[in-house]
């Protein structure tokens, strides 16, 4: 079965960075993308950015461009999200979600969540 | 940047009733907006994709409508599991979006 399971909960100073992994199993790593997205504290959605899982082709939220790699590890089925110069409002949940393709992206299996917690 | 607007933003509904939820995009996406479902606690889960299609393991008592601009998800009998915060994104564009959420809750 198809499973994302993401790195343990993160506390950070503000000004660090925070790299945060999700590995992937139960499905061909390369033949779907990893969607990034962040929810904060009693908040909506928010979209941060796309990873081919084929060719690390990337898309990136306008908002958050400059500050936030994601890359992969196609050798472990794993991919990653760093963030740099981290803000108090960067304290979210980050999920990842396999991205699938067919003229539409969506999400169709998400990782458990990791809470990062921005704060001095 | 596509915005996708969410109404209403709380529905309050008694098991059995049906639920309409309204997702209006800012420009034409197609068919391709998704919806999912997220519980308290919990990552969200995809429910719909490309506007009316079901995903694997979701009731039949869910579905989507709609193209261009105007979307719907129907649940036409609630369940006790149904009350949650539902979301559509739209996959047509970059910058990928969410729309702001619908609270379905109990009356």
């Known amino acids: 079965q198809v499973q994302l399971v993401q790195s343990g909960a993160e506390v950070k100073k503000p000004g660090a960075s925070v790299k945060v992994s999700c590995k992937a199993s139960?499905?061909?790593?390369?033949?779907?993308?990893i969607g990034w997205v962040r929810q904060a504290p009693g908040q909506g959605l928010e979209w941060m950015g796309w990873?081919?899982?084929?060719?690390?082709?990337?898309n990136y939220a306008q908002t958050l461009q400059g500050r936030v790699t994601l890359t992969t590890d196609t050798s472990t089925s794993t991919a990653y999200m760093e963030v740099r110069s981290l803000r108090s409002d960067d304290t979210a949940m980050y999920y990842c979600?396999?991205?699938?393709?067919?003229?539409?992206?969506?999400?169709?299996?998400w990782g458990q969540g990791t809470l990062v917690t921005v704060s001095s | 940047e596509i915005v996708l607007t969410q109404s209403p933003a709380t529905l309050s509904l008694s098991p059995g009733e049906r639920a309409t939820l309204s997702c209006r995009a800012s420009?034409?996406?197609?068919?391709?907006l998704a919806w999912y479902q997220q519980k308290h606690g919990q990552a969200p889960r995809l429910l719909i994709y490309?506007?009316?299609n079901r995903a694997t393991g979701i009731p039949a008592r869910f579905s989507g409508s709609g193209s261009g601009t105007d979307f719907t998800l129907t649940i036409s009998s609630l369940e006790p599991e149904d009350f949650a915060v539902y979301y559509c994104?739209?996959?047509?564009?970059?910058?990928?979006?969410f729309g702001g959420g619908t609270k379905v809750e109990i009356k």
């Open positions: 979600a396999r991205g699938r393709y067919n003229g539409n992206y969506y999400f169709d299996y």
């Open positions: 139960g499905y061909t790593f390369t033949g779907y993308g």
């Open positions: 990873i081919s899982g084929y060719n690390g082709n990337t």
């Open positions: 420009q034409s996406v197609s068919s391709y």
């Open positions: 490309d506007a009316s």
């Open positions: 994104q739209q996959g047509d564009n970059w910058p990928l979006t």
